[in-house]
């Protein structure tokens, strides 16, 4: 294998791994391109992609699209609710670049994944991030996601801001790893206005308490961090690591989060991060986040 991916960056003897955001290795990638994904996978990476769930057609029941919205006008070739869309009319469709262009790039179900997936580096982490709630998940949705996810599932980690959500496929998907973010439904700012930043912390453990790994927004890492304490210790102490998102390339604040010695850093530029810290590495051993 290659040892210049951008797999992690190293800093004061830390190691920090490098999420692909949206499958982007580059910053002009367009998101969620199946190429993407699966490079990142057979090189090491640990690549984050967004669910969302699709309708069930003739012959094919209800399951999860990689895109990140449910119009599907702006990042694809189609057009309507995700939601109210068949299997066969996604596939149907190409993907657009970050200017709208059409690439031939299609769009990928979770479903037809697992078969192209078939080149896995033991180190490999595929984030599944789930942009829909509890109340969304029936049982033909669960039993789709379980089926889906089956094939590589001791590689993936479902991640969301609803911990219920999180918890019924998980519990459909025993090799499934737990992840959790606690900064959305206005949690960042009432633990900002309120400073309630231990309270906050417990209430993250005890929501998911068999989370791995908890997602924080930077804002609230690093204004926390600016006012004296150390959430990303804080959650250390509980046995969870720690993913900070999302940075770009020369964003300043990498540094800050190098320092708080986040065990994972989300960006949109993979590639320009570990060329600017001189880091692109490949994953040799190390345990996954």
């Known amino acids: 294998m290659s040892t210049a991916e951008p797999i992690a960056v190293t800093s004061d003897g830390h190691r920090t791994r490098l999420k692909w955001h949206r499958a982007r290795k580059r910053s002009d990638d367009s998101p969620f ?30 399951g999860f699209a990689i895109l990140h919205d449910r119009d599907l006008a702006g990042a694809t070739t189609g057009s309507g609710d995700v939601g109210a869309a068949p299997a066969d009319y996604l596939r149907s469709l190409t993907l657009r670049d970050n200017d709208g262009r059409r690439i031939d790039e299609p769009v990928t179900l979770l479903g ?19 942009k829909q709630s509890a109340d969304d998940l029936d049982e033909p949705i669960v039993r789709s996601f379980a089926e889906a996810v089956a094939p590589f599932a001791e590689h993936a980690i479902l991640s969301c801001g609803d911990a219920e959500a999180v918890r019924i496929l ?22 900002l206005r309120w400073r309630t930043y231990r309270r906050f912390v417990d209430h993250a453990v005890a929501a998911s308490p068999r989370a791995e790994v908890i997602y924080l927004d930077r804002r609230l890492v690093l204004t ?15 046995g969870r690591e720690i993913d900070i998102y999302t940075f770009g390339r020369d964003d300043p604040d990498i540094d800050r989060a190098l ?16 060329r600017r810290f001189g880091s692109a590495t490949e994953d040799s051993g190390v345990s996954r986040p």
């Open 33 to 62: 391109t199946r190429s993407r994904i699966v490079e990142g996978m057979a090189v090491g990476a640990s690549v984050e992609v967004d669910l969302v769930i699709h309708a069930p057609g003739s012959s094919e029941p209800c």
């Open 259 to 274: 320092e708080l010695r986040a065990d994972q850093i989300t960006t949109d530029d993979p590639q320009g991060v570990a």
């Open 170 to 191: 998980t519990d459909a998907v025993p090799r499934l790893r737990v992840g959790y973010d606690p900064c959305h439904h206005g949690a960042v700012d009432r633990a």
């Open 224 to 238: 926390v961090a600016d006012r004296g304490t150390d959430l990303v210790a804080a959650f250390h102490a509980t």
């Open 112 to 130: 037809d994944l697992g078969g192209a997936l078939a080149d896995i580096h033991p180190n490999a982490v595929l984030q599944l991030d789930l």
